[in-house]
């Protein structure tokens, strides 16, 4: 019998915190489940541990890739390979709490009409210190009315697989931001969405998210944030936000990691 739910998680190069990420998959108090990997064309020994892990429990599922195709690719065929009705997303370097399965699966049963759900995170640095307690918008109502600040974390979500292969799916030609410009389209969908509201994530921030995030990124993520905004008829306020996101990514590394800690009182998600 088919899970209901499909983990998806994309790993590439990714061995530092991989173990410890797939033991907190594994080990969730809700455990039939299948956990569908793709690896990217790792070469730092990932794909050595998902080997081992793979062999060792036949929940997982491996999918192999010859070179690299990068998140958004292998995302998008994910949710076209999975017949669960539900997938949950997982980064490889994040760690789920024991009970985050069985706690969004309990959220769906007594909420329905929700097709995306996400959580609180709690963001925790290279070591696994916890820095904060990381939390959003948690009614449709307001997750809707701040879509344009990607009010949702992604590693954190559920979806129905059904209701996001309806708003197009993840778009496979993107290399960052696909969250981003998935929300957007969900909410043109009609899309219903809800964040619960308690930490089911430890979410790794580290120095190298920072430094990802370079000027075609932003560039590309304020063309996304423009679109959407105009695609979902959003307030004025979107597009002055997406302006002061995209002045502060373009910023030298040195200045917006600070900058970025400074500016966390007036981001509009922080409820």
């Not at 939390?135 to 701040?146: A, R």
């Not at 043109?188 to 969405?193: A, D």
Request: hydrophobic share 35%.
């Amino acid at each position: 019998m088919t899970p209901k739910v499909t983990i998806l998680m994309s790993v590439y190069n990714d061995k530092k915190h991989l173990v410890e990420c797939i033991e907190s998959v594994l080990n969730q108090s809700y455990s039939d489940f299948l956990f569908l990997i793709y690896d990217d064309a790792s070469t730092d020994g990932s794909k050595e541990i998902l080997q081992y892990y793979a062999t060792k429990d036949k929940r997982i599922e491996l999918v192999l890739n010859i070179e690299n195709k990068g998140l958004s690719y292998n995302l998008a065929e994910g949710v076209l390979k999975t017949e669960s009705k539900w997938i949950a997303r997982m980064d490889a370097d994040d760690i789920a709490f024991k009970d985050r399965l069985k706690e969004q699966l309990n959220y769906i049963e007594l909420n329905p009409h929700i097709d995306i759900v996400g959580s609180y995170v709690i963001d925790i640095d290279n070591n696994g210190e916890e820095i904060e307690l990381r939390k959003v918008p948690s009614t449709h109502e307001k997750i809707s009315k701040l879509i344009w600040t990607c009010p949702f974390i992604h590693p954190s979500v559920l979806f129905k697989v059904e209701a996001i292969k309806r708003a197009g799916s993840y778009d496979a030609n993107l290399r960052r931001r696909q969250d981003y410009d998935l929300w957007f389209r969900c909410l043109k969908t009609n899309l219903r969405f809800a964040n619960i509201e308690k930490p089911l994530v430890y979410y790794r921030m580290t120095d190298e998210y920072y430094k990802k995030n370079n000027t075609r990124v932003q560039i590309d993520q304020a063309k996304m944030g423009y679109k959407g905004s105009f695609k979902v008829n959003a307030s004025p306020l979107a597009y002055v936000g997406v302006t002061i996101a995209f002045i502060k990514g373009v910023l030298p590394y040195k200045l917006r990691k600070p900058l970025s800690e400074a500016l966390k009182k007036f981001d509009p998600r922080r409820v």
